[in-house]
């Protein structure tokens, strides 16, 4: 197992267990971590249920999470002999029933066209985490004593219309506009730091924590005037089960008023790179959402939903220089365009931070309300930003809008399409 890997996976590991869930991992035959998911349990819809039953031995039990919705969760503690793995049961599923997989609906001229996006009867409930299991990189203290965020905010031009950015994520730190005034307008979920640390007497900050607000930042400094709310949808050491994100997501768009974009800057690899059942049904309910997801930060082709989706707003990461795709970004056909990941600068927490991954851990750093982090995380805020900047200036829907600044991107040689931020282009 790789060392930053396990590092990560620990935290969400021992955080799920604190709430009586176990997760685990799936690997594939050259033994590379393939994708996470929830032990014991299966995802499918409920019209599905009785053929998957019929096809496993008895005492397959339906839970309900959510206590609505098409989804539905199996649990396979009760099946007859008691040790069914969830491996087990697709594999029996897939050879009594098929796959049960097809194509989705496609949009003319979407990038993704080769993607793989199929949805099977069954699958695991995948855990969706911070666009890897971490960000690009964990925070660091930004260089000199910036006051302001870099990219810099953009200059607030007329208003024609009010926008909402919802941004699924870890909370808010509810920071003070006084101090920080691009974030004027920005509210959520209160993100509590920990205790005082008995070396500095400073709040501790867990692994995670300050995630959402500088996302918020990072969108605030692209939509001026637009009204972003942060939601603490990934309480759980930055994972939530995907069953749970996707009700959480329909939560967020039964807000009044709904959001206008939703950024999510996490999402989840998949058993056979099939599309989420849980996402599909989301997109069937609410075909009119814009969606601006992370593409992951794994440096590889491989799908991460609900990015890979065509119906969402992938956003892969450039580098510093704005001319060459980060490091760290994942690529590939069904990545919409690309934006500034790496070396951002913006609003995080005050307070002492132990740094998990190596070569760092466990390096201690204080850190004074700013960060400079990296991450497919914080490309796609940006994106969400220009999106809903074009609305609140120019009227349109938020359809129209997506299409409008996607139109606008440009090529990039051995890259693909990218946006830039305000003044940049």
Not at 146 to 171: H, N, Q, S, Y
Request: hydrophobic share 40%; net charge negative.
């Amino acid at each position: 197992m790789d060392a930053v890997f396990d590092a990560q996976f620990r935290i969400i590991k021992d955080a799920f267990a604190s709430r009586g869930i176990e997760v685990t991992v799936a690997y594939t035959p050259a033994g590379e971590v393939d994708y996470l998911y929830e032990a014991g349990r299966l995802l499918a819809r409920r019209g599905d249920v009785g053929r998957i039953a019929e096809a496993l031995p008895p005492g397959l039990r339906q839970l309900d999470r959510r206590g609505r919705g098409e989804l539905s969760v199996l649990s396979l503690e009760g099946i007859e002999g008691g040790t069914m793995t969830v491996p087990e049961a697709l594999a029996r599923i897939e050879q009594r029933l098929g796959t049960g997989a097809r194509p989705l609906d496609r949009r003319p001229g979407h990038a993704g066209e080769a993607t793989r996006e199929r949805a099977p009867i069954a699958s695991p409930v995948h855990v969706m985490h911070i666009s890897r299991l971490c960000p690009g990189t964990e925070p660091e203290v930004p260089p000199g004593d910036p006051g302001v965020p870099w990219p810099p905010p953009c200059e607030a031009g007329e208003e024609v219309r009010e926008v909402t950015i919802g941004v699924c994520d870890t909370g808010w730190l509810q920071l003070d506009p006084a101090v920080y005034p691009w974030l004027g307008g920005v509210s959520g979920d209160p993100e509590p730091l920990g205790p005082p640390s008995p070396i500095s007497g400073l709040p501790i900050i867990p692994a995670f924590r300050g995630h959402g607000t500088f996302v918020a930042g990072v969108a605030k400094c692209q939509a001026p005037t637009a009204r972003v709310s942060v939601a603490d949808h990934f309480s759980t050491s930055g994972a939530e089960l995907e069953d749970v994100m996707v009700g959480k997501l329909e939560d967020l768009v039964a807000q009044s008023p709904a959001p206008d974009v939703i950024n999510l800057s996490a999402g989840t690899y998949t058993r056979d790179n099939w599309s989420s059942i849980g996402f599909e049904l989301f997109q069937q309910d609410h075909p009119d959402v814009v969606l601006v997801a992370a593409a992951g930060n794994d440096a590889t082709d491989r799908p991460f939903y609900p990015a890979a989706y065509d119906w969402a707003v992938s956003v892969g990461a450039l580098g510093p220089d704005q001319t060459h795709r980060a490091w760290f970004s994942n690529y590939g056909p069904w990545v919409d365009v690309y934006a500034l990941g790496e070396g951002h600068v913006n609003a995080y927490a005050t307070g002492e931070y132990t740094y998990q991954e190596p070569p760092k851990r466990p390096a201690v750093q204080n850190f004074a309300g700013m960060a400079r982090w990296d991450g497919t995380s914080f490309a796609a805020p940006l994106v969400a930003g220009l999106i809903a900047d074009r609305m609140a200036r120019t009227g349109e829907s938020a359809q129209d809008a997506r299409a409008a600044v996607l139109a606008s991107a440009q090529d990039l040689q051995g890259v693909g399409r990218a946006l830039f931020p305000c003044g940049q282009a």
